[in-house]
């Protein structure tokens, strides 16, 4: 497996690997700055392919924080693995994740982020924003870089196959077909909707997919015909 390397926004590299069998490919995002952070570490056995990638951009032993949505193995799998490659590197997810799961999990204390708590890593002031059960679980949430209005946003807007590193066609599109192929993969709710137009509030330029490409067209369009869509699932599913 090789992992891809594209600069999706200023500073930020989308790492992807295409597993053979799997029905989606995984991005993990590197934040470069004084203080480099990677938002989804993939699983344990993509850490080879992962750390490789990221040498291409960082030396991997600088790397200072260590980030996911949720935990889920695609998204903290190799956590461990990246904490005992850099030994400066300090786990960050919300105050629920590490309460109930990060703390007893990680190898080292995580740093819980508060709702709408920002981290200034040195180029980038990223801000972690609660979003409970969207798309997964109590302790899910994003970030957003609101030094390039970047929303970083996990399994949102999965797709599956296959896909550019960056593009302006439909997301919501493709992410409607694949939870129609795979219904229940996410954690849809009567607020589901609510939380998904909270998001489409902020100033977004590049929506960084976790399945799926950067998207840099109608951003807030795009959140808003998802939030539609989780509105409409939820009713037919009373």
Known sequence: METRVTE??????????VVPGMPV???????????PLLFH????????????????VIEPDSLRWVGFGHVESDECGSMNEWL?????????????????????????PPRPLADGETLDIGGHIVR??????????????????????????????????????????DIV?????????????????????ATIRRLAELDVATLALM????FSGDCRGALLELADDFDRRSVDNR
């Open 128 to 169: 972690w924003i609660d979003t409970p059960h969207v798309p997964h679980a109590w302790e899910a949430g994003v970030i957003y870089d609101e030094t390039n209005r970047t929303l970083f946003c996990g399994d949102l807007f999965t797709r599956y196959g296959e896909y550019p590193a960056m593009s302006e066609d």
């Open 8 to 17: 999706v926004a200023d500073g930020v590299h989308q790492l992807t690997t």
């Open 211 to 214: 399945h799926g490409p950067a």
């Open 25 to 35: 490919a995984f991005n993990q995002y590197l934040l470069t700055g004084g203080e």
């Open 84 to 108: 005992g490659l850099a030994p400066q590197s300090t786990v960050v997810q919300s105050q629920i994740g590490c309460m109930v799961s990060i703390d007893d999990l990680a190898d080292r």
């Open 173 to 193: 599109g493709p992410a409607v077909e694949a939870e129609d192929l795979a219904p229940g993969s996410l954690s849809l709710h009567p607020s589901s909707g």
């Open 41 to 56: 570490t993939g699983p344990r056995r993509l850490f080879p392919a992962v750390a490789d990638a990221v040498s291409r």
